[in-house]
């Protein structure tokens, strides 16, 4: 079946069974193997990727769903060689070990601070958020901190530059 | 594991959903939030030859609010009913329960209607729709139908859908202005389907309670009504020791399975606490201390 989404900003026309999930494709067809899959039950949040500006879990999506959508991985969160935000709070902030969760955690919050800016000033709000995904090394403090940090430099004086223009919500 | 293979269609209206269902209902399964169907079609516990995604079909994602009633469509997500854009117990009840339905990104794509038709045991919405008598509406080869929810629920994950039948919406009763609501739900982590919970929405009247509605979720194989319960309350002064009563009644009236980790016994009593902490946040000030819900 064809079907046709953007997805970093390109357009692309795959031809898939209906019984693809949407990460599947993604990682199979396009090669787009940041979004790592866990549990394939929508329990870890690993393959959380944004489909029209929302972070979904990309397991429990077909790919055929995705037809006209613009969906955002990990892969499309960079500008070039200019690491987002997100990412560089993450290294500053010890907020990854092995890496595997960290994708996941990326898209989940980049589509929540799109959506909210002011969500990372609320503690109990953004742990409730970061509880949708599971890392099994970090401990989540350094992913709390990592997101604080980003709401954080929103709020300053460069803020223009931190909100990202390649987010779009 | 990877679904077995099935045909997919999104028809673009509800007339010709309705079409293919009346042709391959029984062979099909709709697709709506997916956030369970997925999942069986992964464990292949179920093979379905055929998917009809809802989610083309134009309207149905729409709140509607009458004098009486609020309207639901077939693909009101989670997340909308989290930020129910009315002023109402009902949308108090909404923003108070929508929480614990998985996490965003489950409550970004999942339905209300989905959670109704999929009919969990420990689904929280299906206790709303019995605790404040909702209707889900049907169409199907034979026209239009409303089941109430009483009827509704069979068993866990059984209801009074036919293979060839569709939920277009839901219909609620709004409850009397001025009904206070509260949740409690109880689970082993923040990520858990509720071990036991249970809502309550309940009217004063010159002090007595006038009006109340106690829905338990996970208490039995359907979502229950405490209609005992309720029978205890309605025309009394709250006192805590009526309260204490009426919670003790409710955990009575459900009938829980042993789960592994939780016994009956427990979550009977659970249950019981769950009810009167509820009953006690309603007749209170009202307010909703999600601190203190487990
Ligand atoms: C990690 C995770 C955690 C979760 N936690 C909770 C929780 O705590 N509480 C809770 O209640 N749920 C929870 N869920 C389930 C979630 O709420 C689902 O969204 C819901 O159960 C089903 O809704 P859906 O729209 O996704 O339906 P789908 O998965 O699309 O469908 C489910 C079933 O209902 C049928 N169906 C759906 N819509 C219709 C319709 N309009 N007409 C006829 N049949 C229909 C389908 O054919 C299928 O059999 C969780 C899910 C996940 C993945
Ligand atoms: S792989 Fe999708 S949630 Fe775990
Ligand atoms: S960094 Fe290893 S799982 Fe999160």
Redo the contacts between chains.
């Keep these: ?1 064809n079907v046709e989404l953007t997805v970093n900003g390109e357009a692309h026309s795959l031809d898939v ?3 693809t ?1 949407l990460a ?1 494709a993604l990682r199979d067809e396009l090669g787009l193997t940041g979004t790592t899959l866990g549990c ?4 870890c ?1 690993s393959c ?1 990727v944004l489909v029209g500006g ?4 990309s ?4 790919a ?2 995705a ?1 006209g959508e613009e969906v955002r991985t990990v892969e499309g969160l960079a500008d070039g060689d200019r690491p987002h935000p997100l990412q560089e709070a993450f290294a500053a902030e010890h907020a990854l070990q092995c890496g595997f969760c960290t994708p996941g955690f990326l898209m ?1 919050l980049a589509g ?1 601070l799109a959506a909210d800016p002011e969500l990372g000033g609320d503690e109990r709000r953004l742990d ?2 970061l ?3 599971l890392c099994r090394c970090t401990g989540y403090a350094g992913i709390r901190r990592a997101a604080q940090r980003v709401a954080r430099s929103d709020r300053s004086a460069d803020s223009k530059d931190m909100r990202a223009p390649h987010i779009q919500a | 594991m990877k679904p077995a293979q099935f045909d997919y269609l999104a028809p673009d209206s509800l007339d010709e959903a309705v079409a293919v269902l009346a042709e391959r209902g029984p062979e099909s399964r709709v697709l709506a939030g997916g956030q369970s169907l997925l999942i069986e079609l992964r464990y292949r516990t179920s093979r379905p030859a055929l998917l009809v995604d809802l989610n083309r079909v134009p309207g149905l994602s729409e709140i509607v609010l009458s004098d009486n009633s609020v309207h639901l469509g077939a693909l009101v997500r989670h997340a909308q009913l989290e930020r129910a854009p009315f002023d109402d117990p009902l949308a108090d009840l909404f923003r108070q329960v929508a929480p614990y339905v998985g996490h965003p990104p489950i409550r970004a794509r999942g339905t209300f209607a989905g959670s109704l038709a999929w009919a969990h045991p420990a689904a929280e919405w299906c206790a709303l729709a019995m605790a404040t008598g909702a209707e889900i509406e049907l169409r199907g080869p034979a026209g239009r139908r409303a089941v109430p929810a009483d009827a509704w629920f069979r068993g866990a994950f059984a209801t009074a859908c036919g293979p060839d039948e569709l939920v277009t919406g839901v219909r609620l009763p709004r409850p009397p202005a001025g009904s206070r609501v509260a949740f409690a739900e109880h689970r082993r982590t923040h990520a858990s389907f509720a071990l036991a919970a249970a809502m309550v929405v309940l009217r004063l009247t010159g002090g007595r309670v006038g009006w109340v509605r106690i829905g338990l979720v996970n208490a039995a194989d359907v979502p229950l009504r405490a209609v005992e319960a309720e029978r205890v309350l309605t025309g009394e002064l709250p006192s805590p020791e009526l309260l204490a009563e009426a919670a003790a009644r409710a955990a009575a009236e459900a009938d829980p399975a042993d789960e592994p980790h939780a016994p009956a016994a427990y979550r009977r009593h659970a249950l019981g606490v769950l009810v009167r902490r509820c009953l006690a946040r309603a007749v209170g000030d009202g307010t909703h201390d999600p601190a203190g819900d487990s």
Excluded at chain 1, 40 to 43: N, Q, T
Aim: overall charge negative; glycine content about 6%.
């Design positions: 079946m069974e209906p019984r999930s599947d394939e039950h929508g329990v949040g959380t929302t972070a979904v879990r397991c429990l999506m077909l055929v769903q037809q989940l929540a409730a958020l509880a949708s995904n």
